[in-house]
């Protein structure tokens, strides 16, 4: 039998049994910005976390501000990477693994204020291959700042006996 996302997944393990605490989500957040230091930078803090979709927020913050006062290009571009990745790590079987191949991002709007990034995608449809997968940002009207579209290579990892030590 193989396990989907929930029983066989360390990333969504950790966040359901944090997220039961006062600040659990917030101290998750710190724990992916330790494990991810350039992730880190955005201080993004992971708002859902289940098989196929992840939500997660980030402040507008003078360190990720461009020189027009807006959120930087490439702290939007780091909030959908993280919120992509998170999700796909929570979804993903464990005798799969994958890796980011492209991005395509569009800028509908400028970028100001608390803003929140959503991920989702079938869980059924992480298989071997290329896969696209979408990534939103909101801002506080609800308004999209950011489309996203992710490709990722997903492949078989190698049976442990097999590798090379």
């Known amino acids: 039998m193989q396990l989907k996302g929930d029983a066989a997944n360390r990333t969504l393990r950790v966040f ?26 955005i201080r993004a803090v992971v708002t859902d976390l289940i098989p196929g979709r992840c939500t997660t927020e980030m402040k507008d913050r003078r360190s990720i501000q461009n020189h027009l006062r807006t959120v930087h290009a490439i702290a939007l571009c780091n909030l959908c990477e993280m919120t992509m990745g998170l999700m796909v790590d929570a979804t993903i079987s464990p005798h799969l693994r994958w890796i980011p191949r492209g991005m395509t991002v569009h800028y509908v709007k400028k970028a100001r204020g608390m803003l929140s990034g959503s991920s989702w995608i079938d869980p059924d449809a992480l298989a071997p291959g290329n896969q696209t997968v979408p990534v939103a940002i909101r801002d506080m009207s609800g308004d999209i700042v950011v489309r996203a579209d992710i490709m990722l290579s997903v492949s078989r990892r190698p049976d442990r006996d097999m590798r090379v030590s």
Do not use: D, E, W
């Open 16 to 41: 359901r049994r944090l997220s039961r605490f006062p600040f659990g989500k917030l101290i998750y957040s710190k724990l992916v910005n330790f494990y991810a230091p350039y992730t880190g930078t």
